[in-house]
């Protein structure tokens, strides 16, 4: 049996976002219309040296910058989160223009499992 959890959809018309947090047997709809599964890219796509995650380990926890070539963060372009994953969590922090493309959170290096990152303009990115 496939898992859902944590999957991501988004709405093809509005735009909204909905996280799998809890497995249910129903679909996702809105706007009238099922909502689209976002696939996560992870390298052989075009743009990955600006959006494949960079994660390091801090004496805090650990660091995670976008792209080997650091994102650009203007307004119709930028990060809008980032994510960590491990077994028994998920944090996010998210960023506005202006900011820089990095954050770093406290949770071991060693437990992460997993960084998102999503880009306004060209979606759902992950590192494993």
């Not at 991501?8 to 996280?19: G, H």
């Not at 960079?54 to 805090?60: A, I, M, P």
């Not at 119709?76 to 770093?104: A, R, Y």
Request: hydrophobic share 35%; proline share 6%.
């Amino acid at each position: 049996m496939r898992t859902r959890m944590l999957e991501l959809y988004e709405c093809d018309k509005c735009k909204q976002m909905v996280l799998i947090v809890q497995e249910g047997p129903g679909s996702l709809v809105c706007c009238d219309q099922p909502m689209i599964q976002m696939q996560e890219k992870s390298g052989a796509e075009e743009g990955k040296e600006k959006h494949i995650p960079v994660v390091e380990k801090t004496e805090k926890g650990t660091r995670v910058k976008v792209g080997s070539i650091p994102h650009p963060m203007v307004d119709d372009h930028f990060i809008q989160w980032i994510e960590v994953i491990g077994d028994s969590f998920l944090q996010t922090e998210t960023l506005k223009p202006g900011e820089n493309p990095e954050k770093e959170f406290c949770v071991p290096f060693e437990k992460v499992k997993k960084v998102r990152i999503f880009c306004n303009k060209h979606g759902f990115w992950i590192k494993k």
